[in-house]
Structure formats: structure tokens, C-alpha cells
């Protein structure tokens, strides 16, 4: 029997548990009376007081089973998903064979994305919070810590997942959603400056300098602004880390190494970039604006902004991975969005198999990546990014990424890193300075 078949098994004995708690009053009670005649032949012997007793409890046991088959009942009329504006249409799509299959109703409410963990967190414990909904991987830690979200068996389908997806989702060695996306930034290219993509970081500094180009790399995390998730691909370069990583068991923050010598060199070399003019000092805004204007020749960035610079820009430009600076492919953060089960669910087996059986499907995995294209984490979906090379590219970014670190200590890593690579951005403190600086900040807060 195949899992889908299994996890479809439950569903439809769920359903018939449902069909039989919504049966009518006469047959409860005929149900009833025929349980308290059994027991009075089989009390006979004992006398009529104790068969009384007997009928009495048989009788309370019976209204409880009732009223607790009534109970079930309420609780299984519905399924609440909680998705944010580009999921509901595909998640709507889905509805009418779910209710097909299971004779439950598949409610799908729209919340914004940026209130939806916020909303899990007051709403679960006060049992008004959905049975399943969308987020990102990197709440995982904390919502899992926090007893918010339960953990899901994938029954075996593991291999059907982009695997840095299901590394996003993974905490404490336990998986803890389907994930159905991927993201991570790439490296945009004004084509009339930068004919060819850059296999390296050499090449990239070279097209530069043949084209004369006014800037050459432009990213946030410069200027007056913080911001250490585009600058990671210099963190990782040469096999730099925030927090040790183990594809079992996930991220250590008992050992941090934003000091290590690896993470140092990457640094250093971001440094030496900034010194040649290679990388610009400039904050989000500052850097997409000069390379929509055409004033630049390369910006990192992610796909996030490919929709609206195909609309807001006449430069000609394309896409291409990150140039390879170390030993080894750019390693940018991999960000991977996907569906998590509420520890609050009254229908744990129903939410389960809604997602294995109905979001993880090549349809449904198609649906949602037409109505929000990114990066997937859905391997057979990624044979038809083919139609969009530019998305394709993201994708595979993506694929060579590690997945932003999930653990509720990431909190305490964002403000020391961004602070002090800001501070190398702009040329006031060296690499060597600034992370050993970061590295006593995060420690100090972790306990690391």
C-alpha cells in the first residue's frame, strides 16, 4: 500500500467515524437500550439492585459516548488553512477534492504573511488558530521550542524535496513542515556593461574594469544600513559559519564561528573589495536604484525584485549565480517557505494527510509556484523552471545555499553581524576586528 493510499485510508475512516457520531437519535438510543439489556441478562444471577447499578452506568457511559461522538463530530466539520494572498487561489483550487475525498469542508483564510507567525502564537493556545498554515522556515526554532507546531512524517517522500528545503525545516533532528519553496539571492547583471556571466569573482572584477563601469557591485548592507543576509556569501566564502550545522540534528548554537578563520578570510576579502572599489557602500535603496538607472553593473540581490525590475527599468540586464569566490560555489543564505501543523489542531490525522496527500503533489506544487515564482522545493518542479532562465537561476542559488539558521538564537545574531559588517562596508573597522567583535556579542548572548 502506498503512503498516499495510506494516509487517504485514514482519511476516509476518519470520515466514516464522523458519518456515524452525526447518526440519528433513535439509533443512539436503540444502541443504548440494547447495551442495557445485555447487561441485565448477564446480571441476572446477581440481583436486581446490582442489574439496576449496572443499567444506570450503562446508561451514563452511553450519553457520554454520545456527547463525546458529538464532540468529534463539531471538531471534524472543517479544516482551517491559514496562507497569505499568493496561496489562496491554489490552495482553493485543491478544496473540492479534498471535500471529495473526506466529506470535510477545506476553509482557507487570508492573512498577511507578516502577521501570520504573530497570529499562530495568540491564537493557537486560545484555540481559534487554524489546523495548517504558511510560513517561513526560519520560525521553525522558535515555534517548535515554543510547543506552537507538531511534527510531520513525510511517510518515506523525503526524496521528493530540493533537500536544502527540508534542512530549513528541520530543528532538534525532527521535520517540522512540507515545504514548497525556495529563495536566495543571485547575481543581477546589466548585460550592455557585463556582456558574459562571471564564473568567478575575478572575472566579475575584470568585466568591470573593461567596461569602465561607474559601479561595479552594488548590495544592501552598506551606507547607513545594516544587513547581514546579503553579505553572507562573504561570510561563508571560504567555509565560514555563524553557527555549526549538522544535516541530523540541524544547528549548534553552543558553537559559534563568526571569528573562525574561515569566516575572518571571507571577511577580509570583502574588505579588500570595498578598499578597491570593487563593492560599493550602499544600503538597499541606494543599490537598486543605481542599477535600475543603469549606473551599476552588478547587484546582489534575490527574485524578490525580478518582477518589478522586468517592469520599472529599460536596462537590459539577466541573471547569473553569485561568482564563485573560494574553493567552491557562492553559499548565500537559502530561505525555504512551506506548510506547518498546529500543535493546536483538533484534527491532527486530517491536517496531516491534507498536506502530504494534497499539497505535496506536482499539481499543487505547480500551482503555487505560478502564483508565486521563486525558487521550488519540489525536485520534479524543477525541471520546468526551464521557462523562465532567469527564475532558474534563483533556483539554483538556492540549491547551493545553506538554509538561514532556524534556531531561536538567530535573534540574537542579526544585530551584532549587520552591525559590525556594516562597519567593514564603510571602511571603519577591519574584518578581523569586526568579527571577533560580532562573535563575543552573539556568544555572550547565546551562552555559546
Not at 244 to 271: H, M, P, R
Amino acid at each position: 500500500m502506498t503512503t498516499r493510499t495510506r494516509n487517504l485510508t485514514a482519511v476516509a475512516l476518519a470520515s466514516a467515524l464522523v458519518i456515524a457520531a452525526c447518526g440519528s437519535d433513535d439509533e443512539a438510543a436503540t444502541e443504548s437500550d440494547d447495551t442495557s439489556e445485555d447487561t441485565t441478562d448477564a446480571a441476572d444471577d446477581a440481583g436486581d439492585d446490582e442489574a439496576a447499578g449496572d443499567d444506570e452506568a450503562a446508561g451514563a457511559a452511553a450519553a457520554g459516548d454520545d456527547e463525546a461522538a458529538g464532540d468529534d463530530a463539531e471538531a471534524v466539520e472543517s479544516l482551517l488553512i491559514w496562507a497569505d494572498e499568493r496561496k489562496v487561489e491554489p490552495l482553493e483550487s485543491i478544496a473540492p477534492a479534498f471535500t471529495e475525498a473526506t466529506g470535510i469542508e477545506l476553509q482557507i483564510e487570508l492573512v498577511p504573511f507578516e502577521d501570520i507567525r504573530e497570529q499562530v502564537t495568540q491564537a493557537g493556545p486560545a484555540g481559534e488558530g487554524p489546523d495548517v498554515f504558511a510560513g517561513a522556515h526560519d520560525w521553525t526554532g522558535e515555534l517548535a521550542a515554543n510547543g506552537l507546531i507538531d511534527v510531520i512524517d513525510l511517510g518515506g517522500s523525503e526524496d521528493q524535496f530540493v533537500p536544502v528545503s527540508l534542512q530549513g525545516c528541520n530543528f532538534e533532528g525532527q521535520n517540522y513542515a512540507v515545504p514548497y519553496g525556495t529563495e536566495a539571492i543571485a547575481l543581477y547583471r546589466n548585460t550592455d556593461l557585463a556582456p558574459d556571466a562571471p564564473a568567478t569573482w575575478d572575472d566579475l572584477v575584470a568585466s568591470c574594469d573593461a567596461a569602465a563601469a561607474a559601479n561595479c557591485v552594488v548590495m544592501p548592507g552598506g551606507g547607513d544600513a545594516t544587513d547581514a543576509y546579503h553579505n553572507y556569501p562573504f561570510v561563508s566564502a571560504f567555509g565560514g559559519f555563524i553557527f555549526a550545522y549538522d544535516d541530523s540534528t540541524g544547528f549548534d548554537a553552543s558553537q559559534v564561528g563568526l571569528d573562525s578563520a574561515e569566516t575572518v578570510q571571507g571577511i577580509t576579502f570583502l574588505e579588500e573589495q570595498v578598499g578597491a572599489g570593487v563593492v560599493a557602500s550602499t544600503n538597499y535603496d541606494t543599490a537598486k536604484n543605481l542599477f535600475l538607472a543603469g549606473d551599476a553593473a552588478y547587484w546582489i540581490t534575490g527574485p524578490w525584485e525580478l518582477g518589478g525590475t522586468r517592469e520599472q527599468t529599460d536596462v537590459a540586464f539577466d541573471v547569473s549565480l553569485i561568482p564563485q569566490i573560494g574553493d567552491a560555489p557562492a553559499q548565500p543564505f537559502t530561505g525555504a517557505q512551506g506548510f506547518f501543523l498546529s500543535a493546536f489542531s483538533e484534527n491532527p490525522l486530517l491536517a496531516q494527510s491534507f498536506l502530504l496527500d494534497f499539497i505535496a503533489t506536482d499539481d499543487t506544487m505547480s500551482a503555487l509556484y505560478d502564483a508565486d515564482p521563486r525558487g521550488t522545493a519540489w525536485v520534479n518542479q524543477q525541471g520546468l523552471l526551464a521557462d523562465d532562465p532567469q527564475v532558474a537561476v534563483f533556483d539554483a542559488s538556492a540549491a547551493n545555499g545553506i538554509p538561514m539558521p532556524n534556531i531561536p538564537q538567530m535573534g540574537s545574531v542579526w544585530g551584532p553581524l549587520g552591525d559590525n559588517l556594516l562597519l567593514v562596508r564603510n571602511e571603519e573597522l577591519s574584518a578581523d576586528e569586526a568579527m571577533t567583535t560580532a562573535a563575543e556579542a552573539v556568544r555572550s548572548a547565546v551562552g555559546g
